[in-house]
């Protein structure tokens, strides 16, 4: 048994209430291990929660990206994990830590920023609670959701042969992130703000995860916050499966090509391993993934991005011109052409 926290890591501690010494749900289609837990809901539906905890200092800067943005973004990305289980958003519930000196203007912004997604989204605050920090400021998130029962999209359901999509290209949030710790990057002033946009502003595909819930087309799905290779590694563990990526095939937009040139970077690192993304990765069957295109297309005027198919071998596989490799440790394998 290890000894401190440091050494257990998160899903070291994650495992340590996973294990025991609660009782058996009842009712319960899935707990720990998923974007959100599944519940019985009502007849014919399942309830779905999440929830997340920032803390001051760790997650965010009192001086940092503004309590406008924070208040958006912690909303925005839990609204992602109903999003990646193809749910509805139900009801959110916020309980804050706040030391004596945040200033009032500072909770209001936050408020505003909170205000302005959950409209956007369709989510109703119904409670919570509020509690004074003797130094950083803590706030956490609980939200459920509502899925028709079945309907609920989980992580371990890819088989070999599905085709893997991604409902939107990924890296420009990694961008933004790497123009925050590194301003010199030489950018023009509206490229800059798309992309510190797309790191502060995230928008869940919650409409996305919804026809693909309803439609019965996804196998497995999963939201990006770790970054595509590392979340399409959750899929396949979860599902007891390998994927093979065909690097072509990831979408690379104009905007993050023009970072990368200027940052001196491949394109591919930050949308392979950036992170923060929040678009949905899912896999859907091969001979639904027309069906699957065409019902996002016509239905919500976006296009998919197929990059890739699930394997039984375990592992991930990197392929350019016929040739695949493992990533490396980054996530990335960088090839040479
Ligand atoms: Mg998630």
Redesign the pocket.
């Known amino acids: 048994m290890v000894d401190n926290l440091e050494e257990l890591g998160e899903f070291g501690i994650i495992d340590l209430f996973r294990k025991s010494g609660f009782p058996p749900p009842e009712d319960a289609w899935a707990g720990i291990g998923d974007?959100c837990a599944v519940l019985e809901g009502p007849p014919g539906e399942r309830i779905l929660v999440t929830t997340d905890m920032l803390l001051e200092g760790v997650h965010f800067l009192r001086g940092g990206t503004g309590p406008y943005l924070l208040g958006w973004k912690s909303l925005a990305v839990n609204l992602?994990?109903l999003a990646?289980m193809g749910g509805r958003p139900w009801a959110a519930f916020l309980a804050l830590g706040l030391p004596r000196d945040l200033p009032v203007s500072y909770l209001e912004d936050f408020r505003k920023g909170l205000a302005d997604c959950a409209a956007r989204y369709g989510i109703p605050l119904l409670g919570g609670d509020t509690t004074a920090a003797r130094k950083d400021a803590a706030l956490c998130l609980t939200l459920l959701g509502r899925v028709p029962a079945g309907r609920e999209v989980y992580r371990s359901g890819a088989d070999p042969g599905d085709r893997i999509l991604l409902g939107r290209p990924t890296g420009e949030s990694a961008a933004g992130l790497a123009l925050v710790l590194d301003p010199s990057i030489d950018l023009p002033d509206p490229d800059r703000e798309a992309l510190l946009l797309a790191h502060n502003k995230p928008e869940p595909q919650l409409d996305l995860g919804a026809l693909l819930s309803l439609g019965g087309l996804a196998t497995a799905m999963?939201?990006i916050?770790d970054g595509l290779l590392r979340d399409l590694g959750h899929i396949c563990e979860e599902s007891q499966a390998g994927a093979r990526v065909e690097l072509e095939k990831v979408p690379v937009t104009p905007l993050l090509a023009r970072f990368a040139a200027a940052a001196k970077k491949d394109p591919l690192d930050p949308a392979l391993a950036g992170g923060e993304d929040y678009a949905l990765l899912f896999c859907v069957p091969p001979q639904r993934e027309e069906e699957a295109l065409e019902a996002a297309r016509r239905d919500l005027g976006i296009r998919l991005h197929p990059i890739g198919t699930v394997t039984d071998d375990p592992g991930i596989l990197l392929g350019r011109n016929g040739e695949w490799r493992k990533p490396d440790r980054t996530g990335y394998t960088h090839f040479r052409t």
Do not use: E, P, R
């Open positions: 974007d992602s994990d990646a999963i939201d916050s």
